[in-house]
């Protein structure tokens, strides 16, 4: 697996600590000897490749685009299209991305929001983007929920997969600037992974908006680390 290591943040008091992530992540891969499926993870640091690790939510804006690829998945407490700006945040880089028709608005798929402005909620509606919120997986259930996501993901000829680590309840990551609670556990969201990682067609990964500054006793960052290697 090749890791691109990110430090860029979009300047928010809360998402300063993002900067510091991907190293605090990258020391914690050596803790762990084999994925649960018995796997070795074999890695570089490159500045291109499979996995772009760290920073804020904002820098999915550009390496989407640069990915090539059509179909985009994301795992968010928030549904990010909440617009204050000309430029593109970690609050509204995917409302840029639709707006630019940088990517299909049938194309989105947004998994795990619970904190959303009544706007945003509309803006999906009205674009009729696809999106299971935290009481919709609750109620369904991981195994049903994960079924429909990869039903719909599977259509995309290159898939991206985008994790905010704000999706994980911060009872299990709480290094992150927004911490939302009522999200998924991190068994959940380790489940969603290894059965994502069985889609033919995803290409790219991004884990962003870990903030290693307001961890406790590394948890977010280890789970990360787990993240990756389930990956491999």
Not at 78 to 98: E, M, R
Request: glycine share 6%; proline share 2%; net charge negative.
């Amino acid at each position: 697996m090749k890791i691109v290591k990110i430090n860029k943040v979009d300047g928010r008091l809360e998402t300063k600590g993002c900067s510091k992530a991907a190293d605090e992540v990258i020391k914690q891969l050596s803790n762990i000897l084999l994925s649960e499926n018995f796997k070795k993870l074999d890695y570089t640091i490159e500045d291109e490749g499979d996995l772009y690790l760290g920073g804020d939510h904002s820098n999915s804006y550009t390496n989407f685009i640069k990915s090539n690829c059509d179909g985009l998945l994301i795992f968010d407490a928030h549904p990010d299209v909440y617009q204050d700006f000309n430029i593109p945040t970690h609050q509204d880089w995917l409302k840029f991305l639709i707006d630019e028709n940088k990517v299909k608005k049938e194309n989105v798929i947004l998994a795990g929001i619970r904190s959303f402005d009544k706007k945003e909620i509309d803006y999906l509606k009205e674009n009729k983007i696809k999106y299971f919120d935290m009481k919709k997986i609750f109620e369904l259930g991981i195994k049903e929920s994960c079924d429909l996501i990869m039903e719909n993901a599977k259509n995309f000829n290159k898939l991206y997969l985008s994790i905010d680590i704000d999706a994980v309840d911060p009872a299990f990551a709480p290094g992150t600037g927004y911490a939302e609670p009522g999200g998924l556990t991190s068994r959940e969201m380790i489940y969603f992974v290894q059965r994502l990682k069985l889609l033919k067609n995803l290409k790219k990964v991004d884990i962003v908006e870990v903030n290693s500054e307001k961890d406790v006793n590394n948890q977010t960052v280890k789970l990360v680390a787990k993240l990756i290697w389930e990956l491999a």
